[in-house]
């Protein structure tokens, strides 16, 4: 009897971790539309995502972010001149904006981009201290 708790329990367990790691980590596959989707997670003050994000110019991209944070992000992805714009802290909320998503606290939102020409794109949470810690990551459209 003791045996069946252990292993429900071990069981549980690795369900557990085995969802966390499905749920953080970044995906680049191509959906039935010919569309990407790419994932990325917000945990410990910190982007979680694939190492290297590859996606297509011209291909609608599905990015699904999840803040498992319990405190407010940004999700802004643009050229050097529109990072600097928002360093100043001047614009709070996004909701109507593809490229700059603001996620509450346990938020998931899904924004769709499609990028026209092929280079580096950097995506960064421009709140206080935020690009300090390290909240930033690349996108590499080909």
Not at 6 to 23: F, I, K, M, N
Not at 57 to 81: K, M, Y
């Amino acid at each position: 009897m003791i045996w069946a708790f252990r292993a429900a329990g071990l069981a549980a367990v690795a369900a557990v971790l085995l969802t966390a790691a499905v749920v953080v980590a970044a995906t680049n596959g191509d959906g039935g539309d010919g569309a990407t989707e790419v994932k990325i997670g917000i945990h410990f003050s910190k982007f979680v995502a694939d190492d290297e994000i590859r996606v297509r110019a011209g291909v609608p991209i599905s990015f699904e972010l999840a803040n498992d944070d319990p405190i407010e992000h940004e999700w802004i992805i643009g050229d050097d001149a529109t990072h600097e714009r928002h360093r100043t802290g001047t614009e709070p909320y996004h909701d109507q904006i593809p490229t700059e998503v603001t996620l509450r606290a346990f938020e998931t939102k899904k924004t769709v981009v499609t990028f026209d020409k092929p280079g580096e794109y950097v995506y960064v949470c421009h709140l206080p201290g935020h690009e300090q810690y390290g909240m930033r990551g690349v996108i590499r459209v080909e």
